[in-house]
């Protein structure tokens, strides 16, 4: 199934103009977050949003890199993420052939914004009983935790003391790891801010900041994006680790938002307005508002807490287990915090119990004070923290060298509980091929059968019942977590499979030995692994694969025959991320969110969006879509060549994966008129790999919005006729649509 598109036919121009207005929205109808910080009770006017601008030269591209991220809500007893956010974006001169700016020629700051159609402007504020907003005490008790994952004494030094609350509204510090590994070795730490500060002072010398002034509530300042990559390292000391080349983009790298807006409403997905400025001018050139996702949505308290909040399920060690209502700070935190806050004391004390460890002796039960709050990858190593990519390290109270990683203490222990009657807590997803899973498909792409397993496995711990981390164009066809990432065991068996004892096993071969094991957030599914090519050339025949009903893509990522799930690696790249062409890991597929397309270096998420949020998104008045809409006047994936090209284009193949060119600017228009030189002169093989091995139409050649002014010879929109016709969005164009079909030589209607 999909989701469509849309029908609009707005020009570039229009859209631009139309959205420039979300600036302007009065303060009823704004959800922004411009501060990480709590606020006292009482009103609370919006802080002013920059003004949108584009101008006609330069557009700017900009994504999450993971479509999420998630924070704790209460940090005083055990925390397991921070606020950290990563936004990338690049900086393009609009021409026939447009080229990207890199430093040298263009900077580009941050400030928050919202827009009227936000879906999270219908829910009431969630505030503590005290009428205080609640955002996060990271700061206050949870970022002390996080002092281990840095040189001993060095976290401190990036907080002076003039900073209020502790460090409100200041990321984590974050290396450059490009000029680490690939530059001149000399380690250069940035931070990230949100838009309440309004001056940020560091040492020329060592990077470190030596005053910051806030304002919470009040300020709304642009905020540099302080790192400029041009090569990013990815673990590139390890076998399975590589350089992704020439993805020159600006990064914002460890953005400290929250998932409450100013009012205290939840929003998981607030937006940031993206600005390029000429270094020569300081004039804004271009603008997009883009989602800086985050939920506070890792509810281990499905478990780890009893009735009304949860099921108790994982309290059975426990002979006096902490509830909610025994939380000093009750009614001056949000009661999500409370419930969180003893739902992590029930965790540690269970770990106590089955490990012999003592991980909640000592701790205070208010604010943390004489205990750090327990950072559970101390111990349990996961790529997401470390930020220096130096692998598993026992050094300033680390001990990862010992255990088995986050990711597989938590999906293999969990995965195999069973409840009271002996099946498992997390049960299977069946395959997507299963009745259970396709009824209802029609009206509901995920039906309800798939949401409540979903409920019963990944959403127990992930975001998904209140905000959704999987809701890009795939969940819009369908597609589930389980399709791409496999079961509980299967996503648990990673590096660490041998721990304790034994070693880790880091190997590059992950996609073609079984016997090698994952490393997570670098051995990934990609989308090669489901879309393994086009008409002409595909695996979707391949034993164990799980096609499509138009046999050109794939609904799982991995062979059903495959006990590991591991993703498929096509022999046809025309809509795969690159390979890695040097060093050990070459061949293997780069991640998605680290990659760029061959034509003219774009960064993919630049045009389809963040992991798991792919455009469209499946809420068509969700933040998500705002940017893909200000981009080209539509939601879905860019594919409009006015974004970044002028004038009309060459009749070619030259697009990106092979697409001819395409839009409402004259560019559909005038494919259609000369495309019969090219086939002609290319053959007809080149339409059948988007249009169908018999030119039937097929989903590589919908149409994304309404093509009006097409030229039509007796094709099947206007059969015995020539005649201008406007294309419905949604349609599978094929080669009868227009014209006789030259593959079956008579008319061909388009099929679905």
């Not at 309290?315 to 006096?320: K, V």
Request: with cysteine; charged share 20%.
């Amino acid at each position: 199934m999909r989701t469509t598109t849309g029908g609009s036919t707005a020009t570039l121009a229009l859209a631009v103009a139309l959205l420039a207005g979300v600036g302007s929205a009065t303060a009823a109808e704004i959800s922004i977050n411009s501060t990480s910080r709590a606020r006292a009770a009482g009103a609370m006017t919006p802080v002013p949003q920059q003004t949108f601008v584009n101008t006609s030269g330069y557009r700017l591209l900009a994504a999450n890199d993971l479509g999420m991220h998630c924070g704790d809500l209460d940090d005083r007893i055990a925390t397991i993420l921070p606020p950290f956010n990563v936004v990338h974006a690049q900086v393009l001169k609009r021409g026939a052939k447009p080229t990207i700016l890199d430093r040298t020629s263009a900077s580009v700051v941050y400030s928050a914004s919202s827009q009227p159609k936000d879906p999270a402007l219908a829910k009431a504020p969630v505030v503590a009983a005290d009428g205080s907003v609640f955002k996060t005490n990271f700061w206050e008790t949870g970022l002390k935790a996080y002092a281990p994952f840095y040189p001993a004494g060095a976290l401190a030094a990036f907080y002076p003391s003039t900073l209020p609350a502790k460090g409100a509204d200041v990321g984590l510090p974050v290396p450059d790891v490009e000029r680490l590994y690939l530059g001149d070795g000399k380690l250069v730490i940035t931070q990230q801010t949100m838009p309440s500060v309004t001056k940020f002072v560091t040492d020329p010398a060592s990077g470190v900041p030596t005053s910051v002034t806030v304002a919470p509530y009040k300020a709304n300042v642009p905020q540099a994006v302080k790192t400029f990559e041009t090569d990013f390292p990815l673990f590139v000391g390890f076998p399975f680790g590589y350089k992704a080349p020439k993805v020159k983009w600006f990064a914002a790298e460890g953005i400290p938002i929250s998932n409450f807006d100013d009012k205290g409403r939840e929003n998981a997905y607030p937006l940031m307005r993206m600005q390029a400025k000429l270094n020569a001018t300081g004039q804004v050139v271009a603008s997009l508002d883009t989602v800086v996702p985050v939920a506070g949505e890792s509810d281990c308290k499905n478990c780890h807490l009893a009735a009304p909040y949860g099921d108790g399920s994982a309290l059975r060690r426990l002979s006096t287990p902490m509830t909610p209502d025994k939380d000093p700070r009750k009614g001056k935190v949000i009661a999500w915090a409370s419930e969180e806050w003893a739902a992590d004391i029930n965790i540690l004390l269970a770990h106590d119990a089955k490990h012999g460890t003592r991980l909640y002796t000592g701790h205070s039960a208010t604010t943390g004070v004489g205990k750090s709050p327990v950072a559970c990858q101390s111990c349990h190593y996961t790529p997401a923290l470390d930020l220096l990519q130096l692998g598993p390290q026992d050094a300033h109270g680390l001990t990862q060298t010992a255990h088995g990683s986050m990711s597989r203490v938590m999906h293999t222990a969990h995965g195999k509980l069973t409840k009271a009657d002996g099946s498992p807590m997390f049960p299977k997803m069946p395959g997507p091929k299963d009745p259970r899973r396709i009824k209802d498909q029609a009206t509901k792409p995920i039906n309800d059968y798939e949401k409540t397993q979903l409920e019963e496995t990944c959403y127990k711990c992930h975001p998904g019942k209140r905000t959704e981390c999987l809701r890009g164009t795939m969940a819009g066809a369908g597609i589930v977590c389980q399709d791409c990432h496999g079961d509980m065991a299967q996503v648990g068996d990673d590096f660490s499979r041998a721990k304790p004892g034994g070693d880790f096993i880091v190997r590059s071969d992950y996609y073609t030995n079984p016997a090698t094991p994952r490393v997570p957030w670098a051995n990934e599914p990609g989308c090669g692994s489901c879309h393994t090519g086009d008409a002409n050339s595909n695996l979707a025949t391949k034993a164990g694969a799980v096609a499509a009903p138009d046999a050109i893509r794939l609904l799982q990522a991995y062979l059903s025959t495959d006990t590991h799930a591991k993703p498929i690696v096509p022999t046809n790249g025309r809509f795969a991320e690159p390979k890695v062409t040097t060093g050990a890991a070459k061949g293997n597929p780069q991640l998605y969110r680290l990659s760029v397309d061959k034509h003219g270096g774009v960064f993919c998420e630049g045009c389809h969006g963040s992991t798991h949020a792919e455009w469209p998104t499946t809420n068509p008045a969700g933040n998500d879509n705002v940017a893909a809409t200000q981009l080209q006047g539509h939601t879905g994936k860019v594919m409009e060549c006015s974004t970044c090209h002028t004038g009309i284009l060459a009749a070619s193949l030259g697009g990106p994966h092979g697409l001819h060119p395409v839009g409402n600017d004259g560019n559909s228009a005038a494919w259609v008129k000369r495309h019969g030189d090219f086939v002609e002169t290319k053959g007809k093989a080149e339409c059948a790999a988007c249009h169908g091995k018999k030119g039937e139409g097929t989903p590589l050649a919908r149409t994304a919005i309404a093509r009006p002014g097409l030229e039509c010879e007796g094709g099947s929109m206007c059969p015995g006729r020539e005649a201008k016709i406007t294309l419905p969005a949604d349609y599978d164009v094929g080669c009868g649509t227009c014209h006789a079909n030259p593959f079956t030589s008579r008319m061909s209607s388009n099929t679905r």
